[in-house]
């Protein structure tokens, strides 16, 4: 039987994914909030007067605790480190995430960069409207370091420049494939920003370009040797803005999603490990 408390997953998952930037890593704190809860004694959950915020508080510090940690775990990982891209598709594992820009790849890279504590502020306060008191509650900080830390956040969001809407992204990224499957490098540049960059994630499961690959020339020459591989691409939405999947055969190579400014791409995340694909793979 479903429970009010368990109407609340849905909520949880998509916090905890732009907290974390792992769907499986979310999945995972999403079920030990539950856990706790489970462990309350009947008469301390009746005691509780708002359950759902209770869970968002617990998931909130279990999430800040991830990340504290995954810092450690990413200063080992093989390569760069990419955030897991979900698919566009009702009845994928992904169907439970709401797709705005606040999950798009651009935004979840520069979270990404940000401290544990400014992202955890940032998330709570501007996506998902929790005033800075509750947002205290979660990092154990004053509403007052709390605000400090959404407004620096919020300064690395707008230097990052976030992603375009869908609607010019879509052609680019339409024009970039066709000029990748018949490996014309020249138009290939041309729908590039000179000042590109292409930044690959295989975790060291699978190849991939361990350093960002920068200028729209060497990305272009890059992707066009990729094409010679016998590669099919596929328009497929990415984090609710237009991507490609990368398959070899039957097989998924890679998901590739997109940042575009001014008619042309600024960047390119080419997700390659395969552990990071699972919710493709699932899907399809």
């Given at each position: 039987m479903t429970t009010p408390v368990d109407g609340e997953r849905r909520h949880l998952l998509n916090l905890a994914y732009r907290l974390l930037g792992s769907l499986a890593e979310a999945e995972d704190a999403?079920?030990?909030?539950?856990?706790?809860?489970?462990?309350?004694?009947?008469?301390?959950?009746?005691?509780?007067?708002?359950?759902?915020?209770w869970l968002t508080t617990v998931a909130g510090r279990i999430c800040l605790d991830v990340l504290g940690s995954a810092r450690a775990r990413r200063e080992q990982y093989v390569g760069e480190w990419l955030p897991e891209p979900v698919p566009d598709q009702a009845d994928s594992v992904a169907d439970r995430i709401t797709l705005d820009e606040s999950v798009t790849m651009a935004f979840l890279v520069t979270l990404e960069a940000m401290t544990p504590a400014q992202r955890v502020a940032l998330v709570l306060h501007d996506v998902f409207g929790y005033a800075f008191t509750e947002v205290a509650a979660i990092t154990g900080r004053t509403p007052a370091a709390c605000r400090e830390l959404a407004s620096s956040a919020r300064r690395r969001v707008r230097a990052a420049r976030p992603a375009t809407t869908a609607t010019g992204h879509a052609e680019v990224i339409r024009d970039f494939k066709q000029a990748w499957e018949a490996g014309d490098i020249d138009a290939l540049v041309a729908l590039l920003d000179p000042a590109a960059t292409l930044t690959a994630d295989g975790g060291g499961v699978v190849r991939a370009a361990l350093t960002p690959i920068e200028g729209g020339e060497p990305v272009a020459r890059y992707v066009a040797a990729l094409a010679a591989g016998g590669l099919t691409l596929v328009e497929r939405a990415v984090n609710g803005l237009p991507g490609l999947l990368l398959q070899r055969g039957d097989d998924l190579a890679a998901v590739y999603a997109f940042d575009v400014a001014d008619g042309r791409i600024t960047r390119i995340w080419a997700m390659r490990n395969p552990e990071k694909l699972r919710p493709w793979t699932t899907s399809r």
């Amino acid at each position: 039987m479903t429970t009010p408390v368990d109407g609340e997953r849905r909520h949880l998952l998509n916090l905890a994914y732009r907290l974390l930037g792992s769907l499986a890593e979310a999945e995972d704190a999403v079920q030990e909030t539950y856990v706790r809860w489970y462990a309350l004694s009947p008469a301390r959950r009746d005691a509780i007067s708002s359950p759902g915020a209770w869970l968002t508080t617990v998931a909130g510090r279990i999430c800040l605790d991830v990340l504290g940690s995954a810092r450690a775990r990413r200063e080992q990982y093989v390569g760069e480190w990419l955030p897991e891209p979900v698919p566009d598709q009702a009845d994928s594992v992904a169907d439970r995430i709401t797709l705005d820009e606040s999950v798009t790849m651009a935004f979840l890279v520069t979270l990404e960069a940000m401290t544990p504590a400014q992202r955890v502020a940032l998330v709570l306060h501007d996506v998902f409207g929790y005033a800075f008191t509750e947002v205290a509650a979660i990092t154990g900080r004053t509403p007052a370091a709390c605000r400090e830390l959404a407004s620096s956040a919020r300064r690395r969001v707008r230097a990052a420049r976030p992603a375009t809407t869908a609607t010019g992204h879509a052609e680019v990224i339409r024009d970039f494939k066709q000029a990748w499957e018949a490996g014309d490098i020249d138009a290939l540049v041309a729908l590039l920003d000179p000042a590109a960059t292409l930044t690959a994630d295989g975790g060291g499961v699978v190849r991939a370009a361990l350093t960002p690959i920068e200028g729209g020339e060497p990305v272009a020459r890059y992707v066009a040797a990729l094409a010679a591989g016998g590669l099919t691409l596929v328009e497929r939405a990415v984090n609710g803005l237009p991507g490609l999947l990368l398959q070899r055969g039957d097989d998924l190579a890679a998901v590739y999603a997109f940042d575009v400014a001014d008619g042309r791409i600024t960047r390119i995340w080419a997700m390659r490990n395969p552990e990071k694909l699972r919710p493709w793979t699932t899907s399809r």
